[in-house]
């Protein structure tokens, strides 16, 4: 049965090596078990049904791009997008939790049509490589500066905004040993680095009397408080519709980017460098997306993590799926979610800004008309504590420097439609 759903010989694998590569992919990414629920308290949620709701969204998506598109991909609620739903949409913007929930729900329905229709691979390909990049980027100084700030590294100052914490506090002293023993793992490359550091410092933190330990074990909490309680209504008010727009472009670029990332490393390209079943797995992430906002989380999409897995000889999509189960086994580990500070998966955050930041360096610092658009997206994200500015700052940038500098036709339709859409909203909504 097993051969007849994944087609293990023709890819050369074996259950066992599936079995090996989806536990190395879910100890890489199963720090978000800890961090997404965190970081959607913020705006409101009950902590506690927001980890049931990560660990079954992660479980449905994995699923079904392991059962439907049979590929070595695991998902789950995407960093970056979390943040910008809890300290963006719900605070600075301060819409209610329930609304930004069906702006997710919006985003992942219009999702499912561009993957159905194709032209979310228009989209995709028209889209400038500096701006893809300088998106990928931003968002990891979104999460740098969001985890330096939990950690009370950076404190708010009325002078100079940003300042330096008390670094003779608990919390910035753990963060930063955090900080430094992920590095130290990951560099060492040990596997499940991140969530190792998350552990340790909320071993520490519990030892020396900062917080509590509630336990490991325990039945699943509720999913009721955030189970359908999304409110469409709310999300089709005028003011959102440049948070669905940023929601549905961050996870096109974040999620087709891992698709074609993950599957390049392990080989799984054709002679022509194109991916087969593309079509099925963008239908398994952009329906993983609807499904969690349903459930009660911020949007899902492809981890890069999954590279871990195919490291190790995953080629199916029964690495997926043992993802999916190892994350609803995840489910009876609430109370050791809920003893997790914010200090702990602050480090957790700065990490994988450091390595989102990296797409900067791949940037042609040759071309000005390239590089400028791209540094002002991507600073306007940390700045303006806004995914969505930055991302507009980006695409109007692109097209107004391009136009000025007489070489307008370099600029592709689809930019120009984007561009529009947020000078629109600019003038008409601020």
Known sequence: MIESLFDLKAHGSTPRTELLAGFTTFL???YILFVNPDILSAAGMPKESVFVATCLAAAIGSLVMGLYANYPIALAPGMGLNAYFAFVVCGTLGYAWQAALGAVFLSGCLFVLVSLFRVREWIVDAIPRSLKLAISAGIGLFLALIGLKNAGIVVADPATYLRLGDLHAAAPLLALAGLALIVALEARRIVGGVILGILAVTAASIALGHSAFAGVFAPPPSLAPTFLQLDLRAALDVGLVSVVMSFFLVELFDATGTLIGVTHRAGLLDADGKLPRL???????????VAGSL??????????ESASGTAVGGRTGLTAVVVALLFLLALFLAPLAASVPPWATAPALIYVAILMTRGLAEIDWNDLTETAPAVLCALAMPFTFSIAHGIAFGFVSYAAIKLLAGRGRDVPPAVWVIAAVFVAKFAWLG
């Open 28 to 30: 890489t990414m199963a």
């Open 279 to 289: 079509k099925r797995a963008l239908l398994a992430d952009s329906t993983a997306i």
């Open 295 to 304: 459930l009660g989380t911020s949007s899902t999409t492809a981890y890069i």
